[in-house]
């Protein structure tokens, strides 16, 4: 039991973004190569190898840098990918982790900060409009719904554990 607090690193999925990236390359190499018969087909095939060219670095450097979930007992950070300052999250600063039905039949980990508790980042923002507070970006190797069920077990035992470490007999006189 005790060994769910041993600190975990989740890593991103390196095939997931090779699939990625290269599904990405097919369909700019698709618009690079097709001819538009009308000005609305040529902007919409210009939009695509915007779209498709910029997902091209994007899932390259995902490969060569996965993201990581590192939980321990106080919370989780994010790394590598696209983060470029690392903050730790703590456990008692969420309700928890749940799936959240992003468009187009996708799916997120997300999770919701508790009143009160510090949010300022702009990713924080950016999941607000997308209808939860927080998301975790990341091509994970597990499912969205394998995710939840791993970091809620993970930081529920966590809080769990948290007053058997600072159980100390109180301090006696002094008394109201």
Not at 62 to 88: A, D, E, Y
Not at 123 to 136: D, E, F, N, Q
Request: hydrophobic residues 45%; positive net charge; contains cysteine.
């Amino acid at each position: 039991m005790s060994e769910i607090f041993e600190p975990k690193i989740i890593s991103g999925s390196r095939g997931k973004a090779v699939l990625y990236l290269v599904g990405s390359l097919a369909l700019f190499w698709a618009g690079a190569t097709i001819v538009p018969d009308t000005d609305f087909e040529r902007v919409l095939t210009e939009l695509g190898l915007v779209l498709f060219g910029l997902c091209l670095p994007l899932f390259g450097w995902l490969i060569i840098r996965p993201q990581s979930l590192r939980l321990n007992s106080c919370g989780f950070t994010l790394c590598g990918g696209l983060v470029c300052s690392q903050k730790q999250v703590l456990w008692a600063d969420i309700d928890g982790f749940f799936v959240h039905n992003l468009p187009k039949g996708n799916q997120a980990v997300a999770y919701n900060f508790r009143p009160g508790a510090k949010t300022a980042s702009p990713l924080t923002r950016i999941s607000k409009k997308l209808g939860a507070k927080a998301l975790l970006p990341g091509i994970w190797p597990l499912s969205a719904e394998q995710m939840v069920e791993t970091l809620n077990v993970y930081r529920l035992q966590a809080l769990s554990r948290e007053p058997e470490q600072s159980s100390e007999p109180p301090l006696s006189g002094g008394g109201l």
